[in-house]
């Protein structure tokens, strides 16, 4: 069973929006995950959403997910109803490039599990009317849900048969997560994943996300993790997620098509 190797465009962030996708196309990547945000700032300089349409078709790549809804699950009162109507918009944008996951990012500050219950449920029924699926997802340094255990809870309390979870292996690395947790998941309420590695030298449960390295390049075990989602049954999409400016440096196809060739290494495809 083979993966499908897509490429989230903060690995190469600096470029134009619609370079990311001619770059995922010709490193070889079948999909790309975008952030709502660049497509808000190329519409906002006088382009198109169809110029986006138009460049995913054209290179022929597939959307897994896109990237973010954030605020709905510290906002209260009349700014929780405007962050709904913005996550309704967002939603709308996703569903129309046609992607069928939007990943909702927990809080940075502290917060109640049954709140952020609630509020996934919130997201999943503006999601359902609209056609597409809010993820929910954890963040090693975002103290609103550092862990996949939380994440997990979550999705099993909302109890929605819409209800997933993005898995990102340098977060689960990077926070007290439950050793082994992921292959306890159903591989039906993994929405997609994001793979990358941690910075060598500095210590686990203290990095952020400009730490992230090259797969490959870092302490995590990789092939463990494929390992698990082999096991459960997940061989769907997966995606290089990094952050880091080093890479950003550098020539942007040559890091993609260096993710791309390390990631078919360690899938051995």
Not at 59 to 65: A, E, K
Not at 91 to 113: D, N, Q
Not at 201 to 207: A, G, S, Y
Request: net charge negative; aromatic share 8%; proline share 6%.
């Amino acid at each position: 069973m083979s993966f499908t190797l897509c490429l989230n465009t903060s690995t190469i962030k600096p470029q134009p929006l619609l370079e990311k996708i001619r770059i995922a196309a010709e490193a070889g990547f079948a999909g790309v995950e975008l952030w709502i945000n660049d497509i808000y700032e190329y519409v906002g300089r006088g382009g198109e959403v169809r110029d986006v349409e138009q460049a995913l078709q054209d290179h022929g790549l597939i959307v897994p997910c896109m990237i973010a809804l954030r605020g709905w699950g510290e906002a209260v009162g009349r700014e929780y109803d405007l962050m709904l109507e913005e996550a309704r918009r967002r939603m709308e944008l996703a569903a129309r490039i046609g992607s069928p996951y939007v990943v909702a990012t927990p809080p940075r500050e502290p917060c109640e599990v049954n709140q952020l219950v609630d509020r996934y449920g919130d997201l999943l029924e503006i999601g359902r009317d609209v056609g597409i699926k809010p993820t929910f997802e954890y963040i090693s340094f975002f103290a609103g849900a550092q862990t996949l255990d939380v994440a997990w809870q979550v999705v099993q309390q909302v109890d929605d048969e819409d209800a997933t979870l993005i898995p990102d292996v340098f977060h689960t690395w990077n926070s007290p997560s439950t050793e082994g947790l992921l292959a306890q998941i159903p591989a039906a309420r993994i929405s997609h994943y994001h793979i990358d590695d941690a910075h060598p030298e500095i210590p686990r449960c203290q990095q952020t996300d400009p730490d992230r390295v090259m797969i490959g390049d870092g302490p995590i075990d990789l092939a463990a993790e494929i390992q698990m989602l082999r096991e459960i049954g997940y061989t769907r999409t997966i995606s290089l997620e990094l952050f880091n400016a080093e890479l950003w440096q550098q020539d942007p196809l040559q890091v993609a098509q260096s993710g791309r060739q390390r990631l078919a290494t360690l899938l051995q495809e």
